[in-house]
């Protein structure tokens, strides 16, 4: 019964993070959708009105991925400490991690990133930081790199996968602590995310709603 409540605070969390993304990427669709030509005139907008309606995508881009990453972050943190309260196991990605269950670098990464934002703000310097150490000597980014300047793909590659990628292996711990016979981590790619979103997010928001910001 313990890991039920670990893995209802999983649900929870998974479903208000797509809630989130859905969001944010109907968002950027409305900018993305926004007519370059004068609806009265036929003619094309000004350099100014482009200029602001670029900016808008831009901003709209990389804050959406600031703030997954610092959900999934959060996320994890709970994981941890409701691994620690409910079941006596200790898990942290870079003290404590998990590597013989898939998908583990997923989740340094997003703790990473998370600190990079929070306490570098977004400045990859790796003389003074842990996360931004790992990120530079794991491939990820170059020394004196500014993610604020970054878009979301660039940041982190098809985002959505990567977070899925996340709870799956949040998910397969708490299973095999619970000597439960499933696995996430045994999917991958879209076969992964579609099996979370069936299993977990569809029983909250109902496909279309999920499928819309896809």
């Known amino acids: ?33 926004i007519s370059l030509f004068d609806s009265n005139t036929g003619q094309p907008i000004s350099k100014v009105d482009f200029k602001e309606l ?13 703030a997954l990453i610092s959900l999934v972050a959060n996320s994890i943190e709970t994981f941890s400490i409701r691994l620690k309260r409910h079941l006596g ?20 990464q997003f703790r990473a990133l998370n600190n990079i934002f929070k306490h570098q703000e977004g400045y990859i310097d790796p003389t003074t930081s842990r996360a931004a150490k790992f990120l530079v000597q794991n491939g990820y ?26 709870f799956a292996h949040m998910y397969d711990i708490c ?17 992964l995310v579609q099996s979370l ?4 997010v569809y029983e909250i928001i109902q ?6 910001a896809s």
């Not at 893995?7 to 990427?25: F, H, K, P, T, Y």
């Not at 979103?197 to 977990?200: A, H, L, P, R, Y």
């Not at 496909?207 to 819309?212: A, K, R, Y």
Request: charged share 25%; aromatic share 6%.
């Open 175 to 191: 299973y095999q602590l619970g000597n439960l016979e499933k696995s996430a981590t045994s999917m991958s790619g879209s076969e």
């Open 1 to 33: 019964m313990e890991c039920i409540a670990v893995l209802q605070q999983l649900d929870r969390d998974l479903v208000a993070i797509e809630m989130i993304r859905n969001g944010l990427s109907a968002q950027e669709n409305n900018i993305k959708s």
């Open 197 to 200: 979103k069936e299993n977990v």
């Open 54 to 66: 670029a900016s808008a995508g831009n901003i709209i881009n990389q804050v959406s991925a600031e």
């Open 141 to 166: 980014f170059k020394e004196k790199t500014y993610l604020k300047h970054l878009n979301s793909e660039s940041i982190i590659s098809n985002i959505e996968l990567a977070i899925y990628e996340v």
């Open 89 to 108: 196991a200790v898990w942290e990605p870079f003290t404590s991690p998990r590597d013989d269950i898939k998908y583990g670098e997923r989740a340094r």
């Open 207 to 212: 496909p279309h709603l999920s499928q819309s």
